[in-house]
DNA sequence: GCCGTTTTCGGCCCGACTGTTTTCAGTCG
C-alpha cells in the first residue's frame, strides 16, 4: 500500500488543527508549523504507517515533523484520533472553517462574524449578507458585503479543483490574446498548470511589461472574462467561465524570469529557494535575486537559479522533494520530453468505442508526426464499449495489417487490446487470441470497490499472465469521480519488475493514471513506462503532453519509457517479454 | 511547533490589492 490513507488523513487533521488555531488567534509560525507538516505527510512516498515502526524517533526524520508531531501522529495510528483536534472542535463550530473558505474571510473576519452575528454555517453567513446586517461591524462597507456575496456564491458553485486537461486549452486561449496586447513584451501561464500537476485551483498568468496598469486594464476586458475580482497596476484577477479564477501577475521585463520562478511554484519550492538564498546573504522575490540594493540576477530563470548556486530545475520537478539539492549537485535527471515520443501506445477505433476508423487513426498518426500507434480496442466484457468479440479478432488484425501495406507501415499501427481483468484475476480472451497481438494492455473496467488483499490477487494474477505487456490506467480511478482501487502497489510493481512488465501513464484528463505519487514509487522499483492517451476520437490525442507532464513529474527520463524507442525496439521489447 | 556553517533560543518568505482606515489591517498567493 502506497503513500496511503493514513498519509492523507493525517495531514487533513493538521490541515483542520491549523485553521482552527488561526480562527482562535494562535501563534502564526505554529499554525506554519501544522501547515508544512500536514503538506509534508502529504507528499511523503512511504506509509506513514510504516515509518511509524521505527518509533517517534523515524517521524522526526521527516522534515517539517518534530518531537511533538511524532507523537501526535502516533497518537492517531493507535487510537484513530489526536486529543488536540478533539479539544479544538469543541471550540470551533464546523461551519465556521467553512466560512473561512469563502475567498475574503479569513480568521478575523470570521471571528468577528461569529461573535457578533453567531455566523457559523455558509447558509448563516448568506443571511447576514443579504439582511445588512454585516454593514454593523467594524472594517464592513456595501462594497465588500457586495464583494463577500458574489464570493460566497462562487463557493456554492465551483467544483476545487479541475482536471489540468479541463481547462488548459481555454487558458491558453486566453494566453494567446495577452500575448497580443501591444504593450505586453513576454507572457506565459505559470503557477501548477506549468508544473503539470494533475488538477488545478485557478490559473496563474505572468506578464512582462512596462506599462501594468494598462495591460492589468485590458487583460479584464478579454473576450472570456466573465467578472473581475481584483484589478491593480500589478496584478489583476477575473473569472473565465464557468466559475475559474485566473491571476495575472506583472512584472518589469528585467524581471521576467525572477516572475516567472516566482508564480510557477510550487509554495514549499519558492520557500525552500529564498531560504538558500537568505543563508547566501541574498534576498530572492519575484523582481529578482537581490545583494542589498543591487539586483544580481532576474532576466531569466536560469539566471536566477544559477546566481542561488544551481542548475534550472525543470517545472513538473518543483514540488521540493529533493530537486532542489540536485540541481545544486548539477545532478538532476534528464526528463523525457513530448519531442521524443515516437507514437501513441493506447487508442480505440471504431472496432469498440473509438469514434474513427483504422484508417482514420493512421492519418491522424501521421499528422502527430508519430512512427507508430497501437490500436488498442476494448475486449468484450466492457459492455459499454463494445468490445470485439475473439471470433472476430483475426478479421480485425487482417484489416489492421491492411492498412500497414496501404501505407507502407508509415506510420505503423501496432495490433493491440485492451483487455479487462475480470474479478477473479483471468483474462476476457483466451491465450490464443492474446497470443495473435503484438501488444497487449490489461486493465480494471468493473467491480472496483474489493478490499486491498482480494484485488492485489486480482491484479497479480492478470499481469502473471505470459502473453500481458502493460498495466494500463493501473488504479481505474477517474478524477472527482471514482476513487483509485485499494491495492498492495508495492508488492505489484515489484512482481512486475520481475516478469519486465511495463506500467501505464494514461493521459486522457481525467484519468492521469498513474498518478504522480505512484509513478514516482513505480520508477523507484525500477519499471518500465508506456505513455498512451486512451483516445477516443482525434483530438484526444493531444493528452500525450498531459501524459509527457506527469512523466516529467514522476522524474522519468526517455530511457524508462517505451514508447520514446523505434518501431523495432518496442516490438523487440514485446516478444522479449513474452520469452520472459 | 520546527529548526540550527550566525543560533538549543529566537528566529521563522515576501509582496500586492481591497476597503476601510486617514496610516493600515486583513487576506491572498
Same mark, same amino acid.
Given at each position: 500500500m502506497m503513500g496511503g490513507m493514513k498519509n492523507a488523513e493525517i495531514a487533513e487533521i493538521f490541515e483542520e488543527i491549523a485553521d482552527m488555531l488561526e480562527f482562535l488567534g494562535d501563534n502564526p509560525f505554529r499554525i506554519r508549523a501544522y501547515r508544512n507538516a500536514a503538506r509534508a505527510l502529504f507528499d511523503l512516498e512511504d506509509p506513514v504507517e510504516e515509518v511509524a515502526k521505527g518509533g517517534a524517533e523515524a517521524l522526526e526524520e521527516i522534515p517539517g515533523i518534530g518531537h511533538d508531531l511524532a507523537l501526535k501522529i502516533l497518537e492517531y495510528l493507535e487510537t484513530g484520533k489526536i486529543r488536540k483536534h478533539e479539544e479544538l472542535k469543541a471550540k470551533v463550530p464546523r461551519g465556521v472553517l467553512e466560512v473561512m473558505r469563502v475567498p475574503g474571510v479569513g480568521p478575523k473576519t470570521a471571528k468577528l462574524l461569529y461573535e457578533k452575528l453567531g455566523v457559523d454555517s455558509l447558509e448563516a453567513f448568506r443571511k447576514a449578507l443579504e439582511s445588512g446586517e454585516v454593514l454593523k461591524l467594524p472594517g464592513f462597507g456595501e462594497r465588500k458585503r457586495e464583494r463577500l456575496l458574489k464570493n460566497l456564491d462562487l463557493v456554492e458553485a465551483a467544483s476545487k479543483r479541475w482536471p489540468l486537461g479541463a481547462v488548459l486549452y481555454e487558458a491558453r486561449e486566453l494566453l494567446r490574446l495577452l500575448?497580443?496586447?501591444? /504593450?505586453?513584451?513576454?507572457?506565459? !501561464?505559470?503557477? *501548477?498548470?506549468? +508544473?503539470? %500537476?494533475?488538477?488545478?485551483?485557478?490559473?496563474?498568468?505572468?506578464?512582462?511589461? &512596462?506599462?501594468?496598469? %494598462?495591460v492589468a486594464e485590458a487583460f479584464t476586458k478579454l473576450a472570456p472574462v466573465k467578472a473581475v475580482y481584483a484589478l491593480g497596476p500589478g496584478k489583476a484577477t477575473v473569472y473565465i467561465s464557468p466559475g475559474i479564477q485566473v491571476d495575472l501577475k506583472i512584472v518589469p521585463p528585467e524581471s521576467w524570469g525572477a516572475g516567472l520562478q516566482y508564480f510557477t511554484g510550487s509554495k514549499a519550492h519558492d520557500i525552500h529557494l +529564498?531560504?538558500?538564498?537568505? #543563508?547566501? @546573504?541574498l534576498k530572492l522575490n519575484e523582481y529578482g535575486v537581490? +545583494?542589498?540594493?543591487? &539586483? !544580481?540576477?532576474g532576466a531569466t530563470e536560469e539566471e536566477v537559479y544559477a546566481a542561488l548556486g544551481m542548475d534550472w530545475i525543470p517545472p513538473p520537478m518543483r514540488e521540493d522533494l529533493g530537486e532542489i539539492e540536485l540541481a545544486q549537485k548539477h545532478a538532476?535527471?534528464?526528463?523525457?520530453?513530448?519531442?521524443? !515520443?515516437?507514437?501513441?501506445?493506447?487508442? $480505440? *477505433? %471504431?472496432?469498440?468505442? @473509438? %469514434? $474513427?476508423? =483504422?484508417?482514420? =487513426?493512421?492519418?491522424?498518426?501521421?499528422e502527430m508526426g508519430y512512427e507508430y500507434l497501437a490500436v488498442t480496442d476494448h475486449s468484450p466484457a466492457v459492455r459499454v464499449a463494445g468490445g470485439v468479440p475473439p471470433e472476430k479478432m483475426? /478479421? +480485425?488484425?487482417?484489416?489492421? #495489417?491492411?492498412?500497414?501495406?496501404?501505407?507502407?507501415?508509415?506510420?505503423y499501427l501496432i495490433?493491440?487490446?485492451?483487455?479487462?481483468? =475480470?474479478?477473479?484475476?483471468?483474462?476476457?480472451?483466451?491465450?490464443?487470441?492474446?497470443?495473435?497481438?503484438?501488444?497487449?494492455?490489461?486493465?480494471? $473496467? *468493473?467491480?472496483? *470497490?474489493?478490499?486491498?488483499?482480494?484485488?492485489?490477487? &486480482?491484479i497479480l494474477r492478470a499481469i502473471e499472465n505470459p502473453y500481458v505487456h502493460v498495466l494500463a490506467h493501473p488504479t481505474a480511478r477517474l478524477i472527482g469521480k471514482r476513487a483509485p482501487v485499494k491495492a498492495d502497489w508495492e508488492k505489484i510493481f515489484a512482481r512486475m519488475k520481475e516478469l519486465g512488465k511495463a506500467v501505464e501513464i494514461d493521459g486522457y484528463y481525467d484519468r492521469m493514471d498513474l498518478p504522480d505519487v505512484?509513478?514516482?514509487?513505480? &520508477?523507484?522499483?525500477?519499471?518500465?513506462?508506456?505513455?498512451?492517451?486512451?483516445? $477516443? #476520437?482525434?483530438?484526444?490525442?493531444?493528452?500525450? /503532453?498531459?501524459a509527457v507532464g506527469n512523466a516529467q513529474r514522476a522524474w522519468l527520463g526517455s530511457e524508462q519509457v517505451l514508447n520514446t524507442r523505434p518501431l523495432k525496439a518496442l516490438l523487440d521489447w514485446a516478444r522479449e517479454v513474452r520469452k520472459g
Open positions: 500575448k497580443e496586447l501591444p /504593450e505586453v513584451e513576454n507572457a506565459e !501561464i505559470a503557477g *501548477s498548470a506549468r +508544473r503539470y %500537476k494533475e488538477t488545478v485551483g485557478d490559473l496563474d498568468f505572468l506578464a512582462a511589461t &512596462r506599462e501594468g496598469a %494598462k +529564498r531560504r538558500i538564498a537568505q #543563508q547566501m @546573504g537581490w +545583494r542589498g540594493e543591487e &539586483r !544580481i540576477a538532476l535527471p534528464r526528463l523525457v520530453t513530448l519531442e521524443e !515520443i515516437r507514437g501513441d501506445l493506447q487508442v $480505440h *477505433s %471504431k472496432w469498440s468505442d @473509438g %469514434k $474513427h476508423t =483504422l484508417e482514420e =487513426l493512421a492519418r491522424f498518426a501521421a483475426k /478479421e +480485425r488484425i487482417a484489416e489492421i #495489417q491492411r492498412v500497414n501495406e496501404k501505407t507502407g507501415g508509415k506510420p495490433a493491440g487490446a485492451e483487455v479487462d481483468i =475480470l474479478p477473479d484475476g483471468s483474462l476476457d480472451y483466451p491465450d490464443e487470441v492474446l497470443a495473435e497481438l503484438e501488444l497487449v494492455l490489461v486493465s480494471i $473496467h *468493473s467491480r472496483f *470497490s474489493m478490499d486491498e488483499e482480494t484485488m492485489t490477487k &486480482r505512484l509513478a514516482r514509487r513505480a &520508477r523507484e522499483y525500477g519499471l518500465m513506462f508506456t505513455l498512451s492517451t486512451d483516445a $477516443h #476520437q482525434k483530438d484526444h490525442l493531444r493528452f500525450m /503532453e498531459l
